[in-house]
C-alpha cells in the first residue's frame, strides 16, 4: 500500500523501540481541554511543545495556527510544505519512543483510525498527555481545527481557518448538488483488490461530488473484494487512487473486462492526490479535485 495513505486503511499494528524511563506529565491545572472523542485533558497552559504522531493531525495543527509548536511528528507528514523541516521520529509502524521522551512534549496528538491504538497505548503509558483527532466527513474538519486552536492557544487563527474550510465546503455541495448522480468504485490496491467501504472520508467526498460510492455499505473501511464482486455491482466508473504508474496497472485490469460499464463506458480514472488518505484539511481541496476529475464522466 502507498506510504502513510493506505497504513490508515490497514490499521497497521505497530512495532515500538524499547522506551528507557517513563516521563511525567504536566502539572494538572484549570486549562481543560477537550479533544474530538470528548476526552478532556488538563494542562498547566497552551501547549507549547506538540508531537503529532499522524500526518494529518500535523496537518490540522498547521491549520490552527500551531506549527511552530510541533516539535517532531512522523515519515510522510508532508502538508504543508513547512512541515517537511519538523525531525520525523518513526513512521506509523514504529517510533523512537526515547526521542520522544528526550523533547518532553507538552502534549502527542493523534488521529484516531490512523495512529495505531498500540502506539497510542505506549505513549499513554509513559504518562503523556495524548489529544485525539477524529473525523470521518468533512464536515468535521472545521470544528477539530477550532478545538486544536483551543489546545495550543491558537484559537483566533484556527477559528479563522475553520470558517474559512467550513464556507469552502458548502461551496463545493452547492456547486455539485444537482449534478447527474454517478456509482463509482473507489480502488486503493490491487492484488487484492481494495476498495473503499462506508466508513472511510472518501464516501463523503463522493457524495458532496453527486456520486455514490457502490460498496458504501461495507462496515470495513477498505474492504477486500474479488473480481467477481465488482463485476456484479457494475459501476459506471472507477476511481484508483495510487501513484499514476502503479494505478496505471490497475486501470489495464479493467479493461481486460469490456462489457463492463466503466470500461464500456471509457470511465476508468487514476486520481494520485493522497490527501484525501492523510485526512488532512487538505482533503477538501483535495475532494474539489476529485469532483472535477468525476465531471468528466458526465459528458
Known amino acids: 500500500m502507498r506510504g502513510a495513505a493506505h497504513a490508515a486503511l490497514a490499521f497497521l499494528a505497530v512495532s515500538l523501540t524499547t522506551a528507557?524511563?517513563?516521563?511525567?506529565?504536566?502539572?494538572?491545572?484549570?486549562?481543560?481541554?477537550?479533544?474530538?472523542?470528548?476526552?478532556?485533558?488538563?494542562l498547566a497552559r497552551p501547549a507549547q511543545r506538540i508531537v503529532a504522531l499522524a500526518p494529518g493531525a500535523t496537518a490540522l495543527l498547521f491549520a490552527a495556527g500551531a506549527g511552530d509548536r510541533v516539535v517532531a511528528t512522523i515519515e510522510y507528514a508532508d502538508e504543508p510544505a513547512a512541515a517537511k523541516r519538523i525531525p520525523r521520529l518513526g513512521d506509523l509502524q514504529a517510533i523512537d519512543i526515547e526521542r520522544l521522551?528526550?523533547?518532553?512534549?507538552?502534549?502527542v496528538v493523534v488521529m484516531q483510525a490512523i495512529t495505531s491504538p498500540l502506539m497510542i497505548d505506549r505513549v499513554r503509558g509513559l504518562?503523556?498527555?495524548?489529544?485525539?483527532?477524529r473525523f470521518t466527513r468533512l464536515r468535521d474538519i472545521a470544528p477539530s481545527i477550532s478545538r486544536l486552536g483551543r489546545l495550543a492557544g491558537t484559537g483566533v487563527v484556527a477559528d479563522r481557518e475553520?470558517?474559512?474550510l467550513a464556507a469552502q465546503l458548502a461551496a463545493l455541495r452547492a456547486t455539485y448538488a444537482q449534478r447527474t448522480p454517478l456509482d463509482v468504485m473507489y480502488q486503493v490496491w490491487n492484488p487484492p483488490i481494495y476498495a473503499i467501504g462506508g466508513p472511510h472520508i472518501v464516501t463523503d467526498a463522493l457524495a458532496v461530488c453527486g456520486a455514490r460510492n457502490v460498496f458504501a455499505g461495507e462496515h470495513t473501511a477498505a474492504p477486500a473484494l474479488g473480481t467477481e464482486a465488482v463485476l456484479a455491482r457494475n459501476p459506471g466508473v472507477i476511481?484508483?487512487?495510487?501513484?499514476?504508474?502503479?494505478?496505471?496497472?490497475w486501470v489495464a485490469e479493467?479493461?481486460?473486462f469490456p462489457h463492463f460499464a466503466a470500461t464500456a463506458a471509457g470511465h476508468l480514472y487514476v486520481f494520485d492526490d493522497p490527501r484525501l488518505d492523510r485526512m488532512g484539511p487538505g482533503a477538501i481541496d483535495a475532494t474539489a479535485a476529485l469532483c472535477r476529475l468525476l465531471d468528466a464522466a458526465r459528458g
Open 20 to 42: 528507557g524511563a517513563a516521563f511525567a506529565a504536566p502539572a494538572v491545572a484549570g486549562l481543560p481541554v477537550t479533544d474530538d472523542i470528548g476526552h478532556t485533558l488538563h
Open 101 to 107: 521522551l528526550a523533547l518532553r512534549p507538552d502534549v
Open 127 to 133: 504518562g503523556l498527555p495524548v489529544y485525539t483527532t
Open 162 to 164: 475553520a470558517q474559512r
Open 239 to 249: 476511481v484508483v487512487s495510487a501513484p499514476r504508474a502503479e494505478a496505471s496497472k
Open 254 to 256: 479493467w479493461r481486460r
